[in-house]
């Protein structure tokens, strides 16, 4: 079945350091692919998204690429703010297949040092 | 356009109790999802409308647990005879159809004493 592992927290870096947060996935079909964010005290917020293989989303600065070789989706920003503290959730899709829900990760809570 | 909204934002009750959550989704969404977020935790389904189709139940923890959609739009989570590890945040979200990006409410924070 399909599952998503993404690397355990917590993550701590200093501000303006690169952060990339480990994403792999298992899927039968072809997934669509997806990172979500939720700051502290609100609700999952769609950060960015891909669905096809080489697709690169992106949004806040934050990035992740679609690899299929590598069965992966690693989040990546070159420099994190406080701000960007926040849980981190990868997740997929497969709208081709009878699954009828997206698969999360266990979440990466980031915190960032002023 | 208004997004997914939830009620109560937070629910205290004694073990024992029932409850009932309510989601409202985005106006034309077709699909509606309810999770269970744990303190410090991962998200866990718990069950799935699409459309008038029958619901993927496949995630509810027991039969205390149902859900229904009325007119395809708003939907109930019941949680019957809590018990404390009900303790968690129950989120819905909506989606325009299967497999796309979901939508989530602010969730309602479920305390059972």
């Not at chain 1, 502290?40 to 998204?49: T, V």
């Not at chain 2, 991962?42 to 007119?71: H, M, V, W």
């Not at chain 2, 018990?83 to 796309?100: F, I, K």
Request: net charge neutral; proline share 5%.
């Amino acid at each position: 079945g399909n599952s998503v592992t993404q690397m355990e927290g917590p993550v701590t870096l200093s501000e303006e350091a690169f952060l990339t947060i480990n994403c792999t996935y298992t899927a039968t079909g072809y997934p669509s692919l997806f990172w979500y964010v939720q700051y502290p005290g609100e609700g999952l917020q769609l950060l960015l998204k891909a669905t096809k293989a080489d697709d690169k989303g992106s949004n806040k600065g934050f990035e992740a690429t679609y690899r299929k070789e590598t069965t992966s989706f690693h989040l990546e920003k070159g420099s994190v703010q406080v701000s960007d503290s926040a849980v981190y959730f990868c997740a997929l899709s497969d709208p081709y297949s009878s699954a009828s829900k997206i698969i999360f990760g266990s979440g990466t809570r980031l915190s960032i040092r002023p | 356009g208004a997004g997914v909204s939830q009620s109560p934002s937070n629910k205290v009750t004694e073990k024992g109790k029932d409850v009932e959550l309510r989601c409202d989704p985005i106006s034309g969404h077709t699909a509606l999802y309810w999770y269970r977020q744990s303190l410090g935790q991962g998200l866990e389904f718990l069950i799935y409308f699409q459309g008038n189709s029958a619901p993927d139940k496949s995630g509810l923890p027991s039969d205390r647990f149902s859900a229904e959609r009325t007119g395809g739009s708003v939907s109930t989570l019941t949680i019957q005879r809590t018990q404390q590890e009900d303790s968690a945040v129950y989120l819905c979200a909506s989606s325009p159809n299967q497999g796309y990006e979901q939508y989530f409410g602010p969730g309602t924070r479920l305390t059972v004493t």
